[in-house]
Structures are given as structure tokens and as C-alpha cells.
């Protein structure tokens, strides 16, 4: 069965500083979609990335990027010169199967705290 | 570009009231998921539609949880005989499924229930 382990639970940074959030995925498939979501403390889910497991290429976006390791099966994700509205929850999730990406398996997530 | 609206944003109850909530996807999205968020856990899955079919439940939604989508277009979820255990946040999601490829899911802003 498809599972998402998020190891740590909080990270509290000083601004500008870089910190990665990693993630550890577990799934049969061999077709499979890697997100992260982040969640401020507004509540809403906020989408930041999909990943397609052919895809191993790392990816950036501003001050984001992920790095994704099929032989570790991991995702991590790093953020560049961090800043206080960078303080959220972040998750890392995965669909259930090849066939069906219907629902998405969250892990526990990490709550990021950047302090001024 | 309007996206996943949910209401009410928060809901106070007394134990063995009925209460129910409103998601109203992103327009075009054919398919409509809830979930539910209990403090410091990542977002369960709880049901899903696309447009006026509910294709899978969850075995966390228990006889006293149904969910609609008349008409394929925004959806209620009615918790009756509330219990404190079900205090939670309630997530809704939308996603535009077109095919093999992965689709991205939306999130609104969530429900918060307190149940007292």
C-alpha cells in the first residue's frame, strides 16, 4: 500500500536560512505522482508542485525546488533563503495507484517555523 | 479565476445535532473530494465524486456521514447525530481528471467543527 513518511515534525529556522523538508514514499507502482501541499495557518491547502515519477529531473520555481531520488524514494523539498511567510505545514502525498489518482495519501507533514 | 470556495467557514455544535457543509468546486473540475484534517495529522480521505457519481468512501465515513453531488456541481456533506469525535477540519478539493495523466487537486478553505 502506498504510504507517505514525513520524519520530521518540526523544523524552526532564522530567515535567509535554507532548509529542506524531506519526504519517504513507499508504493508498487511503477507510475506514480509525488505532490506537495502547503498549509499556512489560514488553513487552506496551498498546491505547490506534481511530480511524475519518469520525471527525475530536479525542478525549481523561485526560492523552491525539489529534488526527487527514485532509488531512495524520496522528494525532498528545499527552500532558498527562507522567510517568515515561508512558516506553514507542509505536505508531501502521493494518489494510491497508477489507475486511479483519485485520493491522495498524505504524510504527517512538517511544520516549518522562520523566525525575523 | 474563482477558486474552491466551502460554507460555513467554521461550525459550533452540540453533540447529536445535524450539521451540514457546502463545496463549491472550480468550475469546470468534474471531479469533487472531501477530506478530513484532525490537529497535527495530514488530510484523510473521505469520498469523492466525479460529476454526480460517488465512486469511493472511505471506511472513516461512517453510516452517520453522507455526502451529495446533485448535478455534478457543488456538494453537501451531512454529518447527523454529531459526536465530539468528529471535531475536526473538512476539506474540500477539486480536480479537473481528463484521462491517464495525473490530475492536480484544489483545495477550498475547509470547514473547522467543534463539536461540544
Known amino acids: 500500500a502506498q504510504k507517505v513518511t514525513q520524519a520530521q515534525t518540526e523544523i524552526s529556522v532564522v530567515e535567509k536560512e535554507d532548509v529542506t523538508l524531506d519526504c519517504v514514499y513507499e508504493?508498487?507502482?511503477?507510475?506514480?505522482?509525488l505532490f506537495w501541499y502547503k498549509q499556512p495557518p489560514s488553513g487552506e491547502l496551498v498546491f505547490l508542485i506534481r511530480?511524475?515519477?519518469?520525471?527525475?529531473q530536479n525542478e525549481i520555481s523561485g526560492r523552491y525546488s525539489w529534488n526527487f531520488q527514485k532509488s531512495t524514494s524520496s522528494f525532498n523539498f528545499t527552500i532558498t533563503a527562507s522567510q517568515v511567510v515561508d512558516s506553514a505545514v507542509y505536505f508531501c502525498?502521493?494518489?494510491?495507484?497508477?489507475?486511479?489518482?483519485?485520493?491522495?495519501?498524505f504524510g504527517q507533514g512538517t511544520t516549518l517555523q522562520v523566525k525575523p | 479565476d474563482t477558486g474552491v470556495s466551502q460554507d460555513p467557514r467554521h461550525k459550533i455544535t452540540k453533540r447529536g445535532q445535524n450539521v451540514t457543509f457546502r463545496c463549491d468546486p472550480i468550475?469546470?473540475?468534474?471531479?469533487l473530494y472531501w477530506y478530513r484534517q484532525t490537529l497535527g495529522q495530514g488530510p484523510e480521505f473521505l469520498t469523492y465524486?466525479?460529476?454526480?457519481?460517488?465512486?469511493?468512501k472511505s471506511r472513516l465515513l461512517s453510516d452517520r456521514f453522507s455526502a451529495e453531488r446533485p448535478k455534478g456541481s457543488f456538494s453537501t456533506l451531512e454529518i447527523q447525530r454529531t459526536e465530539q469525535g468528529d471535531s475536526a477540519m473538512y476539506l474540500c478539493?477539486?480536480?479537473?481528471?481528463?484521462?491517464?495523466?495525473?490530475?492536480?487537486?484544489?483545495f477550498g478553505p475547509g470547514t473547522r467543527l467543534l463539536v461540544l
Open positions: 478539493a477539486s480536480s479537473l481528471a481528463t484521462g491517464p495523466e495525473g490530475e492536480t487537486q484544489y
Open positions: 508504493t508498487r507502482d511503477t507510475t506514480y505522482y
Open positions: 511530480r511524475n515519477s519518469f520525471d527525475e
Open positions: 502525498a502521493l494518489p494510491p495507484g497508477s489507475s486511479n489518482t483519485g485520493k491522495l495519501i
Open positions: 468550475s469546470e473540475h468534474n471531479r
Open positions: 465524486f466525479q460529476n454526480e457519481a460517488q465512486l469511493e
